[in-house]
């Protein structure tokens, strides 16, 4: 038997099309010779089908298996037993079983397997054009299983995807209540990726060119809602992360113990009150931030920040930290107070930290902090004049600066004198340091675009930004930024200009200002999309267990019985019930070629008095030539009957609707005549057989 009678042509397809739908999201987490592997089987099953190849024996399926162990081994190896192990193994798993499909049982696990891979991909993204193209990937799955349940006639595309997409749209409204009044339980998609590849944005240490990298990016940081205020000016829109204290005249460090930031909520580093460290002044700033996944735990805001959510801890350094690794997109709300003064009473451990330097090394910048220190009355006057040095003398701010030497302070200073901003912060609060002012390093996020379609900011990877803050007698910390010395467009107005005409921020940001964004519809689509993003984040990812409680609050409002609350749900489920029995109750649906069939049945049904009712499996024409060799009065009418019925049904052309309706008749009016001779034949029933004789 032919393989094409196993799996219809255009089931085939449809099954092709839904397996290169589910396996693409997999394109970016998977390794490129996975990747081909998987298109090599998808590749080699339709020249299966095309009888190019055969399906694999036994050492074929032995060396399949013998790559995919390898290729697993190394991912194993690179990743680690994580998330990205996982996925390769159901991908290549998948793939090759695709190659071995040959029955509709197999067609069935290779589409379930389609199912699986779309939650898959659910995993590592859900914004709304994945979601989008989730759903087309569903779509497909669906219209190929429709092919395959059908006959080769009944499953071509203009018959299959139709009703696939009417099965998907009756979902919905079910799906929709559910989403709405279910119980929240935490997302499958919130499982962490322990990966360290997978980490984004800034980290605990910086180095000369960490930044520059994350400067070369477009992707999104986070975005950020202002409630019931204006957001402040650009050059006051300092993200603040992570402080950094510990330098080895290479690496700036956050000093931590050794124990995993993943265990922060049990570390004393984390206990901290502010209360009697902090000075304010000054209304409030209350904001929403959504932060994309990091898969580090602190997270961002403006100084000095005081979080509303209960998850969020705070340290010694004032910097926030979530109590977990954020592995999904976080939501959270927060009050800053710009207005602010913090450890006006600096204590003697914090001060040793923030002089710390190495013993030896860097002898010409030591040598500079000197002479400029006898030369200023204050500790101000010094911040000042360190500052007119980097004005006064030929720096430049520039994504690729030259490779410092094994002095990297004395080469940048006095040597290449271009840098990012990591080289500007680390030279400064080295100066800072060798002059004996309390200075430390600051990273996080500088800037933001602004989205007039949703009100909201944007923060992408490449505002990525590194700062000073010195402590001045009287005044606290205090935040200083040298890179605005030197680059002052960059704080004021954004790093797209700053960096306009550096070759290396064009390449990674085409859509950008400074690429294609320049041109005045697609940054406007741009723009629209992104907004769309930021409703469906805001509405539907982050619905969580708070803001479906806060919904039926806001909604049904609260009663001690919660009888508002019974109502709503009971109402939902009467809904749920009507639209259920009105579903089924619906005339049933019937492919072209249906209103045929009826009169097909109708004779069967009629021959079924005379013993001669069609049997399981038995073909028109073979019917035919039984029931003519046991009624020969009708066999002109039965032999037109089936010559009629077999060119409509089987026929290679399809028939309109008009045509369809014009056999139809035909057929009618030959029933009658059948009916008519059989009026008279009088049948004479046995046990054993049927006698037939004129009266």
Request: glycine letters at 6%; a negative charge; hydrophobic letters at 45%.
């Amino acid at each position: 038997m032919k393989r094409s009678h196993h799996i219809p042509n255009h089931a085939l397809i449809w099954i092709l099309l839904s397996v290169t739908l589910a396996i693409l999201p997999q394109v970016n987490n998977l390794p490129y010779d996975l990747l081909l592997l998987a298109g090599a089987c998808v590749l080699w099953r339709l020249l299966i089908h095309m009888e190019v190849l055969k399906f694999p024996r036994k050492p074929a399926k032995l060396i399949a298996f013998l790559i995919i162990a390898i290729s697993l081994a190394y991912q194993i190896q690179r990743f680690g037993p994580g998330l990205e192990s996982a996925a390769s193994l159901l991908t290549m798993g998948f793939a090759f079983k695709l190659i071995e499909m040959r029955y509709r049982r197999d067609v069935y696990i290779v589409l379930s397997l389609c199912f699986m891979l779309v939650m898959v991909a659910l995993l590592y993204s859900q914004s709304a054009i994945m979601t989008i193209y989730l759903l087309v990937c569903i779509w497909a799955v669906l219209t190929a299983m429709v092919s395959v349940n059908r006959s080769a006639r009944q499953a071509s595309p203009r018959l299959a995807y139709p009703l696939a997409g009417k099965i998907l749209l009756q979902a919905f409204p079910l799906t929709i209540v559910l989403f709405v009044v279910f119980p929240r339980i935490a997302p499958l998609w919130a499982v962490p990726i322990p990966s360290e590849g997978a980490t984004t944005g800034v980290t605990d240490e910086m180095s000369p060119g960490d930044l520059s990298q994350l400067g070369r990016s477009s992707d999104l940081a986070f975005r950020v809602k202002f409630e019931n205020t204006p957001p402040p000016l650009h050059s006051d829109l300092y993200w603040r992360g992570l402080v950094l204290e510990d330098f080895d005249g290479e690496t700036w460090r956050r000093s931590r113990s050794r124990s995993a930031y993943g265990a922060a909520a049990q570390r004393v580093d984390f206990q901290f009150q502010w209360e009697d460290r902090v000075q304010i002044s000054g209304q409030p700033l209350s904001y929403n931030v959504i932060l994309e996944p990091t898969h580090q735990p602190w997270i961002y805001a403006l100084h000095l920040a005081e979080p509303v959510n209960s998850n969020l801890l705070r340290s010694r350094n004032f910097e926030i930290f979530n109590s977990s690794l954020v592995s999904s997109r976080l939501s959270y709300d927060m009050r800053s107070y710009p207005g602010n003064r913090t450890d006006v009473v600096l204590l003697d451990s914090v001060r040793r930290r923030a002089l710390q330097l190495p013993d030896d090394g860097n002898s010409r910048a030591r040598e500079l902090a000197e002479e400029l220190r006898s030369s200023t009355i204050n500790d101000r006057d010094f911040v000042y004049a360190v500052l007119a040095f980097f004005q006064e003398n030929p720096f430049y701010y520039t994504l690729n600066p030259s490779l410092l030497g094994e002095d990297r302070i004395d080469d940048f200073l006095f040597g290449t004198q271009e840098g990012f901003c990591e080289h500007y912060a680390s030279a400064f609060a080295y100066l800072m340091r060798a002059a004996g002012i309390p200075a430390r390093v600051v990273v996080g996020y500088q800037g933001a675009e602004y989205n007039r379609y949703e009100d909201f900011l944007q923060i992408f990877q490449y505002n990525a930004h590194a700062w000073n803050e010195v402590w001045l007698e009287g005044e606290g910390w205090v935040r200083v930024d040298p890179t605005a010395a030197v680059a002052p467009e960059r704080v004021e107005t954004g790093v797209e200009a700053a960096l306009a005409n550096d070759p290396a921020f064009r390449e990674q940001s085409l859509l950008m200002s400074v690429g294609l964004g320049g041109i005045d519809w697609i940054n406007t689509l741009r723009m629209r999309l992104e907004a769309f993003e930021y409703e469906w984040n805001r509405l539907v990812v982050n619905y969580d267990v708070g803001a479906q409680f806060d919904f039926f609050q806001d909604n049904l409002g609260s009663s001690e019985n919660g009888t508002r609350q019974k109502l709503f749900l009971g109402m939902s489920l009467l809904l749920l019930t009507v639209l259920f029995v009105w579903a089924l109750s619906r005339k049933r649906v019937t492919v072209k070629g249906g209103i045929l069939d009826s009169a097909y049945l109708a004779l069967s049904e009629e021959l079924s008095h005379y013993q001669l009712a069609r049997r399981m499996g038995e073909g028109p024409v073979d019917f035919q030539d039984r029931v003519v060799a046991q009624l020969p009065e009708i066999s002109d009418l039965m032999n037109q009957f089936t010559e009629i019925y077999i060119s409509a049904i089987y026929g290679a052309v399809q028939l309109s609707e008009a045509e369809e309706k014009q056999g139809l008749t035909q057929l009618r009016q030959l029933l009658k005549e059948i009916k008519q001779c059989l009026r008279h034949i009088q049948p004479v029933k046995s046990a054993q057989f049927t006698l037939f004789k004129m009266p």
